[in-house]
T-cell receptor, first 115, second 113 residues
C-alpha cells in the first residue's frame, strides 16, 4: 500500500548532537515537504522540494537542512540540536498537481525532544 | 493577504451530539479546500477535498460544505464519537505555479462521554 513513512516516531537527544529525521514515500510523488508544529499550534512549512536535487526553504526559518538525492527520500538534518528545536516534525508529499484527491499526504510525524 | 481563519478555536461536546466547524478564507486564486483531522501527536489525515465547483462532500459522518462566493466552508460532524476528539484543520490551496497550501490554525474538538 502506498504511503509516507517517518522515522523515528519519538526521539529524545542531548544538546549538541547531530540528528537526521527520515522521510520516505512510495507514491512516486515529485514534491515533498517538512513542517514544524509545536503542541496545539498550527503547521509551519520549513523546507520543500519539487524534485531530485531541488530544495527550498519554507516560510518559517529553520536551522535544519534537507537533501533530495532520491525521489522517494527527503531526510532532515540538525547539525547541533538545541532545546529550542524541541517540536513535532511532519513530512508530507504531493502529486505534481496536488488538487487531486489524496494528492497531499502527511506522515505520522517525529516528536523530537532535546534535553 | 492569503489567510485561512477557523472558528471556534476549541469546542467541547457530548458524545452523540452534532457539531459544525467553520472556515473562512481570503486565499486567491483558489484551487481547492481540504479538511484534515489530526489526532494528538500524529500527522493530519485528509477527510475531504473540494474544488470551486463542489459545494458539499461527505465522508461517513463528516460533511463538508463550500460557498466559493462568500469564501466560507464548514465541516459538520454527525453523531459524534469519542474518537472524533482531535484537531480539525482547514487548508486552502492557492492556484498558482507553486500550488501553495495555506493552513488554518485548527479547531480542537473534545468529545466527552
Amino acid at each position: 500500500e502506498a504511503d509516507i513513512y517517518q522515522t523515528p516516531r519519538y526521539l529524545v537527544i542531548g544538546t549538541g548532537k547531530k540528528i537526521t529525521l527520515e522521510c520516505s514515500q512510495t507514491m512516486g510523488h515529485d514534491k515533498m515537504y517538512w513542517y514544524q508544529q509545536d503542541p496545539g499550534m498550527e503547521l509551519h512549512l520549513i523546507h520543500y522540494s519539487y524534485g531530485v536535487n531541488s530544495t527550498e526553504k519554507g516560510d518559517l526559518s529553520s536551522e535544519s537542512t534537507v537533501s533530495r538525492i532520491r525521489t522517494e527520500h527527503f531526510p532532515l538534518t540538525l547539525e547541533s540540536a538545541r532545546p529550542s528545536h524541541t517540536s513535532q516534525y511532519l513530512c508530507a508529499s504531493s502529486a505534481r498537481f496536488p488538487g487531486q484527491e489524496n494528492g497531499y499526504t502527511f506522515g505520522s510525524g517525529t516528536r523530537l525532544t532535546v534535553v | 493577504k492569503n489567510q485561512v481563519e477557523q472558528s471556534p478555536q476549541s469546542l467541547i461536546i457530548l458524545e452523540g451530539k452534532n457539531c459544525t466547524l467553520q472556515c473562512n478564507y481570503t486565499v486567491s486564486p483558489f484551487s481547492n479546500l481540504r479538511w484534515y483531522k489530526q489526532d494528538t501527536g500524529r500527522g493530519p489525515v485528509s477527510l475531504t477535498i473540494m474544488t470551486f465547483s463542489e459545494n458539499t462532500k461527505s465522508n461517513g459522518r463528516y460533511t463538508a460544505t463550500l460557498d466559493a462566493d462568500t469564501k466560507q466552508s464548514s465541516l459538520h460532524i454527525t453523531a459524534s464519537q469519542l474518537s472524533d476528539s482531535a484537531s480539525y484543520i482547514c487548508v486552502v490551496t492557492r492556484m498558482d505555479s507553486s500550488y501553495k497550501l495555506i493552513f488554518g490554525s485548527g479547531t480542537r474538538l473534545l468529545v466527552r462521554p
